[in-house]
């Protein structure tokens, strides 16, 4: 906490988003857990955040922080670096552009409903359901499907609205396991369409996952 020395603070206030944190070696991965801007900084920069969360104006985190390290940082510039990355709110009182919270998708969905995606049991389960589907291959070879069995109609127009059906449907479960598993791990997670080149691709952001430990990344 800032030290309480009977007068009100001097120097510039800060307010910081609501930041999440991950230690990774000598440095530390800081950002927003709903955003998509992620900044790695060291200890010393990892300081004055605390000292700035902890109510320190910049002036006093800069005091603070060369009565520690004895070297001088430069924590307007720092200040400024996040405020570019969007993790400040307020600066002197003065708001900061920064990008709107957005609401995930299926925001009825808890940690609590999908925590079993993180369990390593799900691992074998898929293991064992890949182990089943090569040995029907082997020892019932002719279950395996091949080409002339897309062709199950006549008619054209019902096997390709059939394919894009069920190609969507898979697209879907693909990224819904995207998500719950992000979710599993406190990330909101968005699912949204995108573009490769010129081709349509669904997409789920999960970047809050950079605060989550190794395992689970």
Same mark, same amino acid.
């Given at each position: 906490?800032?030290?309480?020395?009977?007068?009100?603070?001097?120097?510039?206030?800060?307010?910081?988003?609501?930041?999440?944190?991950?230690?990774?070696?000598?440095?530390?991965?800081?950002?927003?857990?709903?955003?998509?801007?992620?900044?790695?900084?060291?200890?010393?920069?990892?300081?004055?955040?605390?000292?700035l969360?902890?109510g320190?104006?910049?002036?006093?985190?800069?005091?603070?922080?060369?009565?520690?390290?004895?070297?001088?940082?430069?924590?307007?510039?720092?200040?400024?670096?996040?405020?570019?990355?969007?993790?400040?709110?307020?600066?002197?009182?003065?708001?900061?552009?920064?990008?709107?919270?957005?609401?995930? !998708?299926?925001?009825? /969905?808890?940690a609590?409903? #999908?925590? &079993? +995606? *993180?369990?390593? =049991?799900?691992?074998? @389960?898929?293991?064992?359901?890949?182990?089943?589907?090569i040995?029907m291959?082997?020892?019932?070879?002719?279950?395996?499907?091949?080409?002339?069995?897309?062709?199950?109609?006549?008619?054209? !127009?019902?096997?390709? /609205?059939?394919?894009?059906? #069920?190609? &969507? +449907? *898979?697209?879907l =479960?693909?990224?819904? @396991?995207?998500?719950?598993?992000?979710?599993a791990?406190?990330?909101?997670?968005?699912?949204?369409?995108?573009?490769?080149?010129?081709?349509?691709?669904?997409?789920?952001?999960?970047?809050?996952?950079?605060?989550?430990?190794?395992?689970?990344?």
């Open positions: 906490m800032s030290e309480n020395t009977g007068q009100a603070p001097t120097g510039t206030p800060v307010r910081l988003r609501d930041l999440g944190f991950r230690q990774d070696g000598p440095e530390w991965i800081v950002g927003r857990v709903d955003g998509e801007e992620f900044v790695s900084v060291p200890n010393e920069g990892m300081r004055a955040i605390r000292l969360q902890d320190a104006t910049v002036e006093e985190a800069e005091r603070r922080m060369r009565a520690e390290t004895g070297a001088d940082l430069d924590v307007h510039d720092f200040v400024r670096t996040l405020g570019e990355l969007g993790l400040v709110d307020t600066v002197g009182g003065r708001a900061l552009p920064g990008r709107p919270q957005r609401t995930p !998708t299926f925001p009825w /969905l808890r609590r409903h #999908v925590r &079993w +995606t *993180l369990s390593p =049991l799900l691992h074998v @389960a898929v293991a064992l359901v890949v182990a089943a589907g040995a291959a082997v020892t019932r070879p002719e279950t395996v499907p091949g080409w002339r069995d897309l062709l199950w109609s006549e008619h054209g !127009t019902l096997v390709l /609205l059939s394919q894009v059906a #069920v190609g &969507w +449907t *898979l697209i =479960l693909h990224e819904l @396991a995207h998500l719950s598993t992000a979710r791990a406190g990330v909101p997670g968005r699912i949204r369409l995108g573009t490769r080149l010129q081709f349509l691709a669904v997409q789920t952001e999960v970047s809050g996952v950079w605060l989550a430990g190794r395992r689970i990344r």
